[in-house]
Every structure is written in C-alpha cells, then in structure tokens.
C-alpha cells in the first residue's frame, strides 16, 4: 500500500475500533488530519485537525488515493492489506 507521496505522507495512529491513519506533511513532519472509518457512510473519510490546512489538487488527489486505496482494501479489491510492507 502506498503511504508516502510528494507532500504528505500516512502513519498509522492507535484506534481501538478501526484503522485510522494520520496525515502528516512532509515538510513539517505535523499532523494536518487524519483518515477514519465512518460507520455511518460506510467508508474511510478525512479529518483536518484544523482550519489552517489548505491542500492543493494534488494533495487531494493524494488523500483520495490513500483512502481509495483503504477502501478496496475493505472490500477484498485489492492483495492483503498490509500497511508497513510498501512504502513507494
């Protein structure tokens, strides 16, 4: 799976009902957000941690594909999910 993109990257944070990761910028190595399940929406979702984040296209095409990427996990799409394995 991929973590690690042009501006931000993902870290696994600790949840003690589901995955969530936390998405941290390159640059500043700070957590801007983090992506979580949403039981109610059934799908991954992304939460900035405050109101200063501001991404371009990019990043949220980054964001997008990690949480895309989750999803098709969830659903059996893709190879074992495995977090730590792929960092490219």
Do not use: P, R
Not at 25 to 38: D, L, M, Q
Not at 61 to 69: A, L, S, T, Y
Request: glycine share 2%; aromatic share 16%.
């Amino acid at each position: 799976m991929k973590k690690q993109y042009k501006y931000i990257h993902f870290e696994l944070s600790s949840s003690e009902n589901e995955l969530s990761f936390y998405c941290i910028n390159n640059k500043s190595n700070k957590i801007i957000g983090e992506v979580t399940w949403y039981k109610q929406w059934k799908c991954h979702v992304f939460n900035a941690w405050n109101d200063l984040a501001i991404f371009n296209v990019s990043c949220l095409e980054d964001i997008v594909d990690f949480m895309e990427q989750l999803q098709n996990s969830k659903k059996g799409k893709s190879s074992e999910f495995d977090f730590e394995a792929n960092t490219a």
